[in-house]
């Protein structure tokens, strides 16, 4: 499964309910597993995000729409980049040759 890193900022309204936010990490967990992914890890930051999470979903199409409806709740605003692991990393970049 694709592995994806999200960082993630609190907006107002998301800081203005911020004692709310673990119960909102378990809402996001359970969404997130209905749609056949997990969460690998979750971790709160200093500096320009406020939360990284790493998380694995079958497809571009699944992540994008976990990100979409994150979004919507309007607790937070995402940028996802999709990973890939060290394997895939030396053969892409062995392909050059």
């Not at 359970?30 to 930051?45: H, I, V």
Request: charged letters at 20%; aromatic letters at 10%; proline letters at 3%.
């Amino acid at each position: 499964m694709p592995t994806y890193v999200m960082l993630a900022n609190w907006t107002d309204q998301g800081l203005k309910a911020i004692a709310e936010g673990p119960t909102r990490l378990d809402q996001a967990r359970a969404m997130l597993e209905e749609m056949g992914g997990q969460f690998r890890s979750l971790y709160m930051t200093m500096g320009q995000f406020d939360l990284v999470g790493i998380y694995d979903v079958s497809d571009d199409a699944v992540a994008a729409r976990f990100t979409l409806m994150l979004g919507r709740l309007g607790n937070v605003r995402t940028t996802s980049m999709k990973a890939f692991p060290e394997e895939a990393y030396k053969q892409i970049v062995n392909s050059l040759r």
